[in-house]
């Protein structure tokens, strides 16, 4: 409702220049309890023009999913004498833990690529900035290394059709959150693009939370992290004493 009147009232002012956006998402919280095995977030609005008429054949819609974001230290593992080791490394400061892009057709026929860096609308203009010095070359390596684990494990994701407009001003897409999805707090951008600018947005947020026994778990870490740890090596070493006893006795 609060969408609708804040749709209403800017039809009313009447006057402005750059499209309309209302944004929505079916769920606002994901709740992860056991036996969790994924969720599918429809992201649909409506788009209209300044004077409230349908807009949808002007525009290109791109929608951007993004998760809570954290620093990431990547390793190159080689292979040396028939062994793999460790090599070369970076910190990265700000990686997404979850990165998803919808557009209605392929981002380098919407947008040139520094517009697409701008506004991160796909994965190969995800920025990934290091804490320290590195060649950029380099950092184009590890990025690729970075983005191609997060693919295959489902929390990197582009689909360049994945956004329909029905009717021309209603938009939507639907993407998948994978069940080892983070907790925290997800971003949905929409961006109206025309003639390769980005010319509206408008932000929706979800909610990821872990309920039951798992979100007590998740909180205690969290909130105590030093006796957590405690507990975790005190667990493991009475776990290893007691297997040690069963084969004894066996």
């Known amino acids: 409702m609060r969408a609708l009147f804040a749709l209403l009232a800017l039809l009313l002012l009447g006057g402005a220049r750059d499209p309309i956006l209302v944004p929505e998402v079916s769920q606002h919280e994901i709740q992860v309890r056991q036996g969790f095995t994924g969720a599918e977030l429809l992201l649909f609005g409506a788009i209209l023009s300044p004077d409230g008429t349908r807009a949808g054949q002007d525009y290109d819609i791109v929608v951007v999913l993004k998760g809570p974001t954290s620093p990431v230290v990547l390793r190159e593992k080689r292979k040396i004498a028939g062994i793999w080791i460790n090599a070369a490394s970076t910190e990265l400061h700000s990686v997404p833990a979850y990165f998803a892009v919808a557009s209605t057709r392929p981002i380098g026929n ?3 690529g520094k517009t697409a860096a701008i506004y991160e609308l796909g994965l190969p203009w995800l920025q990934l900035s290091p804490t320290g010095a590195i060649d950029p070359k380099a950092l184009g390596h590890f990025a ?7 693919s295959r494990k489902g929390l990197y994701q582009q689909n360049e059709t994945g956004v329909t407009v029905s009717e021309q001003v209603l938009y939507q897409a639907r993407i998948a959150l994978p069940s080892s999805v983070s907790t ?3 971003t949905a951008e929409t961006f109206a693009i025309s003639r390769g600018h980005v010319v ?4 929706s947020q979800v909610e990821v939370r872990k309920l039951g026994f798992e979100g007590v778990i998740a909180q205690f870490a969290e909130t105590y992290s030093f006796l957590y740890g405690l507990l975790a090596i005190a667990i493991a070493v009475v776990m290893g004493w007691l297997a040690g006893r069963v084969f004894a006795l066996v």
């Open 144 to 150: 690729a290394g970075l983005v191609d684990l997060m």
């Open 110 to 112: 919407i947008v040139d």
């Open 184 to 186: 925290g707090r997800y």
């Open 200 to 203: 509206a947005s408008a932000i």
